[in-house]
């Protein structure tokens, strides 16, 4: 978890760069006039070729100049699927953390929830967090029918 902290906003970063990206491939391979490979239609999409040597088409400053491979578009989608997944979870993250703030600045109740109940993590099964979440409700009826 630590390791995860300290490399969080990197993450964040790369994946809104890469979200950006498929999300601009997207539009790119909707358009007819891209993604053509001669007079058939491409299931590709071209990516910058990582080859270097004498032969290579690098610049003298390290760019590639117009050289293109073709990505397979079930990669494509298997990478788009895998930044969408790694997304959800960098904001999972950023809730918690922002929950955990809530409940120590808050009244108490959640600290009593936690003796009672067993505190919650990011691992806890669905079953506990009802269980807690209807422990929680509980509370709050008894205590909305003092008043």
Not at 93 to 109: F, N, P, Y
Request: net charge neutral; aromatic share 6%; hydrophobic share 35%.
């Amino acid at each position: 978890m630590a390791m995860f902290r300290h490399k969080h906003k990197a993450a964040l970063k790369y994946s809104k760069t890469l979200t950006e990206h498929f999300s601009s491939s997207a539009q790119a391979t909707h358009n007819p006039q891209t993604s053509r490979v001669g007079d058939n239609l491409s299931t590709c999409l071209p990516s910058p070729a990582t080859t270097s040597g004498p032969s290579s088409n690098h610049s003298a400053s390290g760019l590639v100049v117009g050289s293109t491979v073709a990505v397979p578009q079930a990669i494509e989608q298997m990478t788009f699927t895998y930044v969408n997944i790694t997304s959800l979870f960098l904001s999972a993250h950023d809730i918690w953390e922002q929950a955990e703030e809530l409940a120590r600045k808050g009244s108490g109740m959640l600290a009593e929830l936690d003796t009672v109940m067993g505190p919650l993590n990011l691992s806890s099964d669905m079953t506990s967090m009802v269980r807690y979440t209807r422990q929680g409700v509980y509370w709050l009826r008894l205590d909305s029918q003092k008043v």
